[in-house]
C-alpha cells in the first residue's frame, strides 16, 4: 500500500513539473503531437502505479524523454513552417459566404452535422449568416458571422432547420417548420431538383429555404 500511496505522490509532482514544462492548454486545443504526448505520458503514469514491481525510474526517464520530444517539436514548429505543415496540418476554409467547402468537408471527414453543430454553438441557425468557417489545426471550428446579418437576412421565429441533409429527409426537422411533403416536393420541382442530389436544404418557419447541391458522391 505504502509503495502505490509513494509512487503515486511521485507521479502526481512530476507529471505537474512536465505539463508546465510544455505549457499545455485545453484539450480542444491540443495540436497532435500534445495530444499523443498527452496520452503516453498518461499511459506510462498508469503502469507505474499499478505496478509496484516495476522499476518507477524506468517510466520517469520514459516520460521525461517525451516531455524533451514535445519541447523540441514545439521549438521546431515555431522555427520552421514546413515542419509545421507537417507535424500540425493547415487551417482549412470550411464555410465561405455562406456556402460550404465541399473539398475541405471530404478531406477533413466532416459532416453535415458537424457543421451545422459548429454553426449553432456560435448562434447561426441560417448558413447564409456564416462568412466564414476555418477549421483549425486543432480540429476546432472558427466562425466569423456576418456582421450585417441582421439587416440582410429575414429572419423567422422558428429559425432554419435541415430538412433534408445528405439526400435523407429529416421529417421532426419538416414539421417544426411547417413543411408538408407535397410543399417540399413542390420547392423541389421548382428548382428542377430531387432529393437525391442534395447536400443540404435548411427551412425555417416562414418556408424560407436553402439548397446546397452536392458536388460529390
Same mark, same amino acid.
Given at each position: 500500500?505504502?509503495?502505490?500511496?509513494?509512487?503515486?505522490?511521485?507521479?502526481?509532482?512530476?507529471?505537474?513539473?512536465?505539463?508546465?514544462?510544455?505549457?499545455?492548454?485545453? #484539450?480542444?486545443?491540443?495540436?497532435?503531437?500534445?495530444? +499523443? *504526448?498527452?496520452?503516453?505520458?498518461? $499511459?506510462?503514469? %498508469?503502469? &507505474?502505479?499499478?505496478?509496484?514491481?516495476?522499476?518507477?525510474?524506468?517510466?520517469?526517464?520514459?516520460?521525461?524523454?517525451?516531455?524533451?520530444?514535445?519541447?523540441?517539436?514545439?521549438?521546431?514548429?515555431?522555427?520552421?513552417?514546413?515542419?509545421?505543415?507537417?507535424?500540425?496540418?493547415?487551417?482549412?476554409?470550411?464555410?465561405?459566404?455562406?456556402?460550404?467547402?465541399?473539398?475541405?468537408?471530404?478531406?477533413?471527414?466532416?459532416?453535415?452535422?458537424?457543421?451545422?453543430?459548429?454553426?449553432?454553438?456560435?448562434?447561426?441557425?441560417?448558413?447564409?449568416?456564416?462568412? #466564414?468557417?476555418?477549421?483549425?489545426?486543432?480540429?476546432? +471550428? *472558427?466562425?466569423?458571422?456576418?456582421? $450585417?446579418?441582421? %439587416?440582410? &437576412?429575414?429572419?423567422?421565429?422558428?429559425?432554419?432547420?435541415?430538412?433534408?441533409?445528405?439526400?435523407?429527409?429529416?421529417?421532426?426537422?419538416?414539421?417544426?417548420?411547417?413543411?408538408?411533403?407535397?410543399?417540399?416536393?413542390?420547392?423541389?420541382?421548382?428548382?428542377?431538383?430531387?432529393?437525391?442530389?442534395?447536400?443540404?436544404?435548411?427551412?425555417?418557419?416562414?418556408?424560407?429555404?436553402?439548397?446546397?447541391?452536392?458536388?460529390?458522391?
Amino acid at each position: 500500500m505504502f509503495s502505490i500511496i509513494s509512487r503515486t505522490i511521485i507521479m502526481y509532482i512530476l507529471i505537474i513539473f512536465v505539463m508546465r514544462i510544455m505549457g499545455k492548454k485545453n #484539450l480542444g486545443e491540443f495540436q497532435p503531437s500534445d495530444l +499523443v *504526448s498527452t496520452i503516453l505520458i498518461s $499511459n506510462l503514469t %498508469s503502469v &507505474i502505479i499499478e505496478e509496484p514491481h516495476l522499476p518507477i525510474a524506468h517510466s520517469v526517464s520514459a516520460i521525461i524523454i517525451i516531455m524533451g520530444l514535445q519541447v523540441f517539436t514545439a521549438v521546431l514548429v515555431r522555427k520552421n513552417e514546413k515542419f509545421a505543415v507537417i507535424a500540425q496540418g493547415k487551417s482549412k476554409i470550411l464555410v465561405q459566404n455562406g456556402i460550404i467547402n465541399q473539398k475541405t468537408m471530404q478531406d477533413l471527414r466532416f459532416s453535415v452535422e458537424d457543421i451545422l453543430e459548429a454553426l449553432r454553438g456560435k448562434d447561426i441557425f441560417y448558413i447564409e449568416e456564416a462568412c #466564414l468557417a476555418i477549421v483549425e489545426t486543432t480540429g476546432s +471550428v *472558427s466562425i466569423y458571422k456576418d456582421p $450585417n446579418a441582421k %439587416s440582410n &437576412i429575414e429572419k423567422d421565429t422558428i429559425p432554419a432547420l435541415p430538412v433534408i441533409i445528405d439526400c435523407r429527409l429529416k421529417s421532426d426537422n419538416m414539421q417544426t417548420v411547417n413543411c408538408s411533403q407535397e410543399k417540399l416536393n413542390s420547392i423541389l420541382y421548382k428548382n428542377n431538383v430531387t432529393k437525391d442530389k442534395i447536400l443540404l436544404m435548411t427551412m425555417d418557419g416562414a418556408g424560407k429555404y436553402n439548397i446546397t447541391l452536392k458536388e460529390y458522391n
